[in-house]
Each structure stands twice: as structure tokens, then as C-alpha cells.
């Protein structure tokens, strides 16, 4: 008998999945690719010129509300679908660690976009400035927060506006924890962990 090839085989139970679904695939990808170009709009909007501003800002947001109902979207899916395990010779810490990176990770893809439509349903101008979804339609924002007073709007605009950022330096540290954590597995450990999320 042979020893299998594939290090995904090696997993304590034989009838856990090698890899990830194609639904949870697509989702992890598109999800990746959305926070990626949100972060480079978000940290290239300042040094833009003033007539590209606002249709940055009002892209980020768009791009913001669909990472948060395809993160919901996601952790559905997650909750119905077994995911692989880890390889059977990752340490127990390691792959608490894993666990961990990631149970945080979906909660920063609900908090951060959730922190900015926060903040921007709490800006001053909101009433007078609606919030288009890529300019196909008009999304709601959240009503409680437009009702309340104007110098306790202005308070919550600034410390959800300084939340958002901080939750974003948060998702910079754990992506690159999280990416680097996957690389080492690749090429130190030779236990690729890539081939569960690849289709």
C-alpha cells in the first residue's frame, strides 16, 4: 500500500471533504478581492484630486455593503457545509491558531463594513446625499441613526468614522497573518493547505 500524494488525504477522518465547496470558493475569492480593492480605494482617497473623491468614496461603500451580505452569505454557508480539516500533523496550537484567525476574520468582515455604514448613516450631509449601490440604485441607510441629534450624530460620525479605521488596521495584521500562515504551510511545512481552497 502506498502512502497518498495528497497531504489533505491525511486527515483523521476519511469521509471529511479534501477541500472546500465551490460555493465557498467563490465566496472566499470574491470576498478577498472586494476587501482588496476597498482597501486601496479607502487608503487612495485622499490623495486623489477632488472630482474623483466622491465617486471613490460612494465605489468603497458600494463594494463595503456587498463584502457585508456576502460575508452573512458566507458564515450561512459555512454552517451548513463541513469544511476540510486541517492536516493531521499541524500542532494543536496551530490549528487553534487557524480556528481563531479565522473566527475573527468573519467577524471583521461584518464589523468593518458595518462600522462604515455606521458612520456614513450618521454623516451630516445623508439626508441630502443618498447612498447609491454602483449607481443602480438608492440603498437605505440606517434610520435610527439618521433621527437622532444633530451634535450627538456629529459624535457618533467621528468615533464610528475612528472604529472603522482602527477595524481596518485590524484586517490589514490578520490578512497578513493569514496569507503568511499559508505560505509558510507551502513552503516550510511541504502541507499545502491552498489546494483546500483552490477548485
Not at 486527515?11 to 467563490?26: C, F, G, K, L, V
Not at 460612494?58 to 452569505?73: F, P, R, W
Not at 444633530?150 to 493569514?178: C, I
Request: hydrophobic content about 50%; aromatic content about 10%.
Amino acid at each position: 500500500m502506498t502512502t497518498p500524494a495528497d497531504p489533505l488525504a491525511e486527515s483523521t477522518d476519511a469521509a471529511a471533504p479534501r477541500r472546500y465547496t465551490r460555493t465557498a470558493i467563490t465566496l472566499h475569492w470574491l470576498i478577498a478581492l472586494l476587501m482588496i480593492v476597498n482597501v486601496v480605494l479607502g487608503l487612495s482617497a485622499d490623495s486623489l484630486p477632488d472630482d474623483w473623491v466622491r465617486p471613490v468614496i460612494d465605489t468603497h461603500k458600494s463594494i463595503g455593503i456587498t463584502v457585508l451580505g456576502l460575508a452573512l452569505l458566507r458564515i450561512l454557508w459555512r454552517v451548513s457545509h463541513r469544511p476540510p480539516p486541517l492536516p493531521r500533523e499541524f500542532p494543536a496550537w496551530e490549528k487553534l491558531a487557524a480556528h481563531l484567525a479565522h473566527f475573527v476574520l468573519y467577524l471583521l468582515m461584518i464589523a468593518l463594513p458595518l462600522s462604515g455604514w455606521l458612520h456614513d448613516s450618521a454623516w451630516k450631509d445623508a439626508a441630502t446625499h443618498p447612498m447609491q449601490w454602483f449607481g443602480l440604485f438608492q440603498w437605505p441607510r440606517i434610520g435610527y441613526v439618521m433621527q437622532l441629534a444633530p451634535t450627538l450624530k456629529e459624535t457618533l460620525h467621528d468615533r464610528f468614522g475612528a472604529l472603522h479605521t482602527w477595524l481596518g488596521y485590524a484586517l490589514y495584521a490578520l490578512l497578513a497573518m493569514h496569507i503568511g500562515g499559508a505560505l509558510k504551510h507551502e513552503w516550510i511545512d511541504r502541507k499545502s493547505v491552498f489546494r483546500r481552497m483552490t477548485p
